[in-house]
């Protein structure tokens, strides 16, 4: 699956290292604010300015760019050969810094390469890992550490409860017991000490490598600084010094388990619980934070859904079982080996119409019978909420709080309703602050990772529809062109919204804030219906021409 390139933010200019100052533009006495740049003269412009530079007769096919789009200047050095010019090229061929009388004397026809260009590339490369740094491997670090902090309280608050459980059970059979006791004490302290010994040095890892990254920063800074360019990295060899370890992965603990038995008085040591040491293989700590969009997506795998046609929908939550529904109202649980584990007919179609809660049951809409029916893990079916006179179209349950959202149509005017777990109504959205209807037919709905932003797909207004947790209207999207058609919808971890568009075979990436970021598109298939995330961070991405789910990777 190829991706366009995508528009960075100009975030890399708001890195915490780099000072910020007040711009004023660089024609002489002017005092207004600088918003634009002129590459070629290397002079920072406001707009008055910009456009009579632009219609001056040697300047005004200048290449003139948003001030945080300019190139960097390249600092002034003397060539070493001729002390009256400055070095201004490479040559590709020697590898070497040239002036221009070099290029004309010694390298006349070896390949050049404009100095300045590279220069400002990869000074932008650097404050792009400089941002990356600040903004996603130390915060990612801290988190790591926070998650040890957690569990050593876990851990703590863990053994104190089996040395309760143990006292409890001394107490019942004290004269009988207390060698036993002795040695069950003597183990948890043991196996206390070795999980903290191990909680520390994973801490200290973290320590270690957050101190790795500020003086991987600190390095960054000095070849940004230097205005050396001989010796400079920055010039040579520049993909060798941005090199930064990853990192580390770190297990969680495995905490023992207090098994508490009944027997007779005859065998002592039956009369007390065992310290049981769970030989489960630890789980890595998720390294969610260190992701970022990846320019290329990468195709993993496929798998074809038996029992239906096509997909336009996909229910992940459950590690080892996915939920599928096509445009005939099939919906089928399979196991990650694609056998089929259950299969019932439903009113859906072409809707975001069932979602796996946080207990690991299906909801789904009937709409119908306008009802919600939820299906336990043994396959249990009972009616959760009615709906009334409105249509329940589609369904999201909440990640953070069980919450349901669910889109539902009445005579061609939309909303979205917000029920707690247990099926009472919490909320209802349907205008913005001007009163203004919101939706018309809210045929896929989700909820962002950012705080809680309810995301809708709108069939008949073409759309995508977003509101706060609050219900109060945030922004639209609808696409990049005419014929935009959103179906599936969700978010990744790094709260982007995905949304497919079946007129243009593609899915579309958005900022949180509704910026474009880039487009998605496999030309092995067509018509995106559904795509989900999984816990992975990988999407699932279902289609109207194939009953097969594809599985990218997005992030990096």
Sequence with gaps: MASSKPMLPDSTEDIPVVGQH????????????????????????????????????????????????????????????????????????????????????????????????????????????????HRVLIPGSNDMQKDIEEDVTEIKSIMNTIRECIKTDVKKHQSLVDEVVSDNMEQVNRIEESLMDKLQSQDKTYRDYTLHLERRVKEFHSYLSSTKLQSNPIIFALFDHLQ?????????????????????????????????????????????LVKSLSSMVTRLRDYSVPSVYNVFHVSLGIPDKIWVSDGSGNLVQIDLDMNKLLKIQTSGGNEGYHTVTLDGDLI???????????????????????????????IHSSN?????????????????????????EIQNIQVDQKRRKLYMYPHYITENTNGGDVCTSD????????????????????????????????????????????????????HQDGQFLTLLHDRLVKYPCSVSVDDESNLHVGWYSTNKVTVYKHLE
């Design 244 to 288: 930064i370890k990853p990192v580390p992965a770190t297990t969680k603990p495995i905490p023992p388990v207090f098994a508490a038995v009944k027997y007779g008085k005859d065998d002592v040591a039956k009369l007390l619980g065992r310290i049981l040491v769970p030989t489960t293989k630890p789980k890595n700590r998720k390294k969610q």
């Design 22 to 133: 007040y711009l004023v533009c660089g024609t002489k006495d002017c005092k207004r604010n600088c918003q634009f740049y002129c590459n070629p003269c290397h002079l920072q412009l406001c707009e008055k300015c910009r456009d009579e530079h632009q219609k001056g007769a040697q300047t005004g096919k200048h290449e003139m760019v948003p001030y945080k789009k300019r190139k960097r200047q390249l600092p002034e050095e003397k060539c070493l050969e001729h002390p009256t010019k400055n070095i201004d090229m490479v040559c590709d061929d020697c590898q070497v810094l040239v002036c221009s009388k070099c290029a004309t004397q010694d390298h006349r026809r070896h390949a050049l390469t404009d100095l300045e260009t590279i220069y400002s590339e990869n000074y932008a490369l650097c404050l792009k890992k400089v941002y990356q740094i």
């Design 364 to 394: 789904y809409a009937d709409k119908d019978k306008q009802i919600i029916n939820k299906i336990s893990q043994d396959h249990k079916i009972s009616e959760l909420i009615k709906t009334e006179d409105w249509e329940p179209i589609s």
């Design 400 to 424: 953070t709080n069980g919450d349901i959202l669910v889109g539902m149509a009445k005579d061609e005017v939309g909303k979205v309703t917000r029920f707690s777990k247990t099926g009472k």
């Design 459 to 510: 069939l008949n207004k073409r759309t995508v529809e977003v509101v706060n947790k609050s219900g109060q209207y945030r922004f639209s999207y609808k696409g990049q062109r005419t014929g935009f058609n959103p179906y599936g919808i969700c978010s990744d971890i790094l709260g982007h919204i995905l949304v497919c568009d079946v007129d243009s075979n593609t899915v579309h990436i958005l």
